[in-house]
């Protein structure tokens, strides 16, 4: 194992982190916007589905994908009849796993930012007749964009921890699979610690350095314990 | 509750006592191959020996750093030789208890009834996608899976369909779920130990095209039920516990 293989982990996981992130940003945030507004019944079985990935054990997640996205599941029977094929072992597959995985740290602070707007700006800008999508995309998306830019930080930093998921459906393919934490996992399971902790140095200092970005962008405190910045807690 | 039976109850709860203060607890860390072998092993040692026997069940590489990080393990039931010979030459083994437990043994294996022939010829085929393997730096299965695939000059051939499992558990879920056709795995994990027919299909690879999978068994220095863990690792060579062993489809 050499450092090409550690470096191409650490390029297919920023990669990752990357898709994952565009991907939820475009998809979490009309959901935040759904979320923050409506007054279905739907609100809070969907909210807890959103949130189900902060307290389900990555395993479970993984080992339900692996399940469902195989031949024998609901969304493998859907793939192969769209002719994708199956998504297990294939960077796709890690997309859509790693989006199941860091939903929550997507959509939360973006609806806590719509909460927070409140009704105010919104009606007076219905009084200058701007529509529906002049006052999302005018009004509340600036407004949001503190949490905006935290999702999207907190999106990305989280994938590229994620590992648990990652191990189950991966299949450990050098450039498909294979990122930075289970790389990690692997040499420490062959006690090859040298290489072991400089991958973790890496992450380490990765995950301090955001962590250090999101505390400046929010001088206010904590990032965890104050509900009006809708970070998720874990 | 009648006088005869309290007395009976109190002579029992006695008895039990007088037998634990001589009953020894083993904590034996086993490789996740041997598990449900170990397991039926344990049960009948307990019984002839009166020790209680405490089975985790794990990579043997992983069990290998908690020994050395100091965790409580009395026995190492190692999936391979090398990993107890390292403990023995750094003197945290006792040399004298190491021994061959089980020689394993590789099969190709598909959870559809109709994908492995006799011959393992499948390999060569386009009839699957996936081949799931264990990682041959961690797994002395996955070692054997690639000396395998080396002896039949197909190793640069099917290396683009190969999935990599971290161990021979999880390379086993890649196919009983379906998501890789073909894998290799140990005989043990996919023949019941009654005897009857494995599910799917398989070919059981010749041992001479991977080297012998020896696993060895050691007793962990400075532990202080080392009779107690002595006795179990002799137990695994002794003919009720080979009889077990068989069954699993393991060699000695």
Request: glycine share 8%; no cysteine.
């Amino acid at each position: 194992m050499n450092w090409s293989d550690d470096a191409q982990a650490v390029w297919l996981t920023l990669k990752l982190a990357f898709v994952v992130t565009v991907l939820l940003l475009a998809l979490g945030t009309p959901l935040a916007w759904w979320l923050a507004h409506t007054r279905s019944r739907w609100k809070a079985p969907l909210s807890a589905l959103v949130a189900l990935p902060l307290v389900l054990p990555p395993t479970v997640l993984g080992f339900y994908l692996l399940m469902l996205m195989g031949p024998h599941g609901v969304v493998g029977r859907a793939t192969q009849a769209l002719g994708i094929g199956l998504l297990p072992f294939s960077f796709a597959g890690l997309v859509v796993a790693s989006m199941l995985y860091s939903l929550p740290f997507v959509v939360q602070p973006i609806q806590t930012a719509f909460e927070a707007i409140g009704a105010r700006p919104l009606e007076a800008a219905a009084t200058l007749r701007a529509g529906p999508w002049e006052r999302f995309a005018h009004v509340a998306l600036p407004l949001a964009r503190r949490g905006v830019v935290t999702a999207a930080v907190l999106g990305f930093a989280h994938t590229v921890g994620e590992f648990g998921v990652v191990l189950m459906i991966g299949g450990n393919i050098p450039g498909a699979t294979r990122v930075i934490s289970t790389q990690l996992y692997n040499h420490v399971e062959a006690i090859e610690y040298p290489e072991a902790h400089r991958l973790a140095a890496i992450l380490l200092v990765f995950s301090f350095a955001v962590l250090l970005g999101v505390y400046r962008l929010r001088p206010q405190g904590a990032l965890v314990a104050s509900p009006a910045d809708g970070a998720p807690r874990a | 509750m009648t006088p005869d039976l309290a007395r009976g109850l109190v002579a029992a709860a006695l008895a039990a006592l007088a037998f634990a203060a001589h009953a020894d607890e083993v904590q034996v860390a086993v490789a996740a191959n041997f598990s449900a072998a170990a397991q039926k092993i344990a049960a009948q040692f307990e019984k002839d020996t009166g020790h209680v026997v405490k089975l985790s069940s794990g990579a043997t590489g992983k069990f290998y750093a908690q020994i050395e990080a100091g965790a409580p393990f009395d026995v190492l039931v190692a999936a391979d030789q090398a990993t107890p010979a390292k403990l023995v030459a750094e003197g945290k083994a006792v040399p004298a208890t190491l021994h061959t437990y089980a020689i394993g043994r590789l099969v190709l294996w598909s959870a559809d009834p109709a994908l492995v022939d006799a011959n393992g010829d499948v390999l060569k085929s386009d009839k699957w996608k996936h081949l799931s393997v264990a990682d041959a730096k961690l797994a002395p299965y996955g070692q054997a899976a690639r000396q395998t695939l080396a002896s039949l000059k197909l190793a640069d051939a099917v290396q683009p369909r190969v999935v990599t499992a971290e161990n021979i558990g999880q390379a086993l879920q890649f196919v009983q779920t379906g998501n890789a056709e073909l894998g290799f795995v140990a005989l043990g994990q996919v023949q019941p130990p009654d005897g009857s027919k494995a599910a799917g299909s398989m070919w059981v690879v010749p041992a001479r095209l991977y080297a012998p999978i020896r696993q060895d068994a050691v007793v962990i220095a400075g532990t202080r039920v080392g009779k107690a863990a002595t006795q179990f690792v002799d137990y695994l060579a002794s003919d009720k516990a080979r009889e077990v062993i068989k069954a699993y489809g393991y060699g000695w």
